[in-house]
C-alpha cells in the first residue's frame, strides 16, 4: 500500500503562473516531509523540508503543511520553464530506525 | 559542498547475470540508501545502510544484495537479472535520516 500519496499526476501551467502540488499520508506517524525535484535525466534535489504546522517559504517555492489533515502542499510563484520536471514527496516518522517514503510524484509542465 | 558518484552510468545484462553498481559519496555521510525507480512508481527503497559494515532491508530488497565496504561507498549487486527488466538505480546520503542527495543514477536494462 501506498503510504505517501500525491496528486495531480501532472500538471501544466503557464510561464509566471501558480503550480500547486498537494501530497497526504495514510500512516499518522508520518510527521516529516519533504519535497524533491527531479529533471530529466538526473537524480532527485531536495528542495526543502517542512516539520511545523503552516507555511515555509524559500524563493518562489511555499510548503504548507496541515498534520491534523497529514496534508502538505507546494506552491510554486512565477512558474518558469526550468520548473518543468518531476516532483516527489516524501515522508517518514518520528522514531529513530525509520526511512522516507515517497510518492509516486507530479509531472509539472510549464509553458512558454 | 559533496557528489554521489554511480558507476556505471548504463548497464546493459543477460537474462539470470549477476549484476553490480557501485556509489561513492565524499559528504561523510552516515547514511546511504538504494533507490529502484520505475516509470509511474515513484522511489522504492531497496537497501539503506546507517553505518560501516550495516545493511537494512527496504521495501524491495527480495532479488538484491548490498554491500557497505566503507563509510564512503555502497554497492547494490542484482542477483539474477530478469529479462526485459529496465529501471534506473538511484544511491543517496543523508546525515542520519535528513534530507537525501542524490547520484545521477545508473540505467539498467536487460536483454
Known amino acids: 500500500q501506498q503510504k505517501v500519496q500525491q496528486s495531480p499526476e501532472s500538471l501544466s501551467v503557464p510561464e509566471g503562473g501558480m503550480a500547486s502540488l498537494n501530497c497526504t499520508s495514510s500512516d499518522r506517524n508520518f510527521q516529516y516531509f519533504w519535497w524533491y525535484r527531479q529533471h530529466s535525466g538526473e537524480g532527485p534535489k531536495a528542495l526543502m523540508s517542512i516539520f511545523s504546522d503552516g507555511d515555509k517559504k524559500e524563493g518562489r517555492f511555499t510548503a504548507h503543511l496541515n498534520k491534523a489533515s497529514l496534508h502538505v502542499s507546494l506552491h510554486i510563484r512565477d512558474s518558469q520553464p526550468s520548473d518543468s520536471a518531476l516532483y516527489f514527496c516524501?515522508?517518514?516518522?518520528?522514531?529513530?530506525?525509520?526511512?522516507?517514503?515517497f510518492g509516486t510524484g507530479t509531472k509539472l509542465q510549464v509553458v512558454p | 559542498g559533496g557528489i554521489i558518484t554511480q558507476t556505471p552510468k548504463f548497464l546493459i545484462g543477460q537474462e539470470g547475470q549477476k549484476l553490480t553498481l557501485k556509489c561513492q559519496q565524499n559528504f561523510n555521510h552516515d547514511t546511504m540508501y538504494w533507490y529502484r525507480q520505475d516509470s509511474g512508481k515513484g522511489l522504492r527503497l531497496i537497501y539503506y545502510?546507517?553505518?560501516?559494515?550495516?545493511?537494512q532491508k527496504g521495501d524491495l530488497s527480495e532479488g538484491y544484495d548490498a554491500s557497505r565496504e566503507k563509510k564512503s561507498s555502497f554497492s547494490l549487486t542484482v542477483t539474477s537479472a530478469q529479462k526485459n527488466e529496465m529501471a534506473v538505480f538511484l544511491c543517496a546520503s543523508s546525515d542520519n535520516q535528513d534530507t537525501q542527495y542524490f547520484g545521477p543514477g545508473t540505467r539498467l536494462l536487460v536483454l
Open positions: 545502510s546507517i553505518t560501516e559494515n550495516d545493511l
Open positions: 516524501a515522508a517518514r516518522a518520528g522514531n529513530s530506525g525509520t526511512y522516507q517514503r
